[in-house]
């Protein structure tokens, strides 16, 4: 086989295939050869998605760890509330003043009207 044409590509196999169909995921050259990566162009493929899925499992531990903080501050909170509520009702139980008696208007007192002279 001679030469191939300027927009053709010449094959491992000295096939030459048209550049458009060059590494099209057919294998028109039949030996693979139309596709075949560099090292550097591997390494240019697999380190950045390297990076990216590395920069993923790192804000994933981070997010992890931020509602792991959150869950226990939460229970810390209810616990304190809890305690206040315990602490309070028992010093309701425990007081000598009782609330004041309701009037028939509801806790609201009215004034008294005077009698006119």
């Known amino acids: 086989m001679g030469e191939c044409e300027t927009y053709e590509y010449q094959c491992d196999n000295g096939r030459c295939i048209d550049d458009a169909i060059n590494c099209n995921g057919y294998n028109p050259c039949g030996d693979s050869s139309d596709c075949q990566l560099s090292s ?3 390494a ?5 998605c390297a990076l990216v899925l ?3 499992i790192m804000v994933l531990g981070l997010l992890i760890q931020r ?8 229970q810390s909170h209810l ?4 305690l206040s509520s315990i602490s309070n009702n028992q ?3 425990h007081s000598t003043s009782s609330p004041p008696a309701p009037t028939p208007y ?11 002279a």
């Open 40 to 42: 550097h162009e591997v």
């Open 44 to 48: 240019g493929i697999f380190v950045p």
């Open 54 to 56: 590395v920069l993923l």
């Open 67 to 74: 509602v792991k903080r959150r869950k226990k501050e939460n």
């Open 79 to 82: 616990t304190v509330l809890r």
């Open 91 to 93: 010093d309701s139980l």
């Open 106 to 116: 509801g806790n609201f007192v009215t004034p008294s009207k005077s009698p006119e």
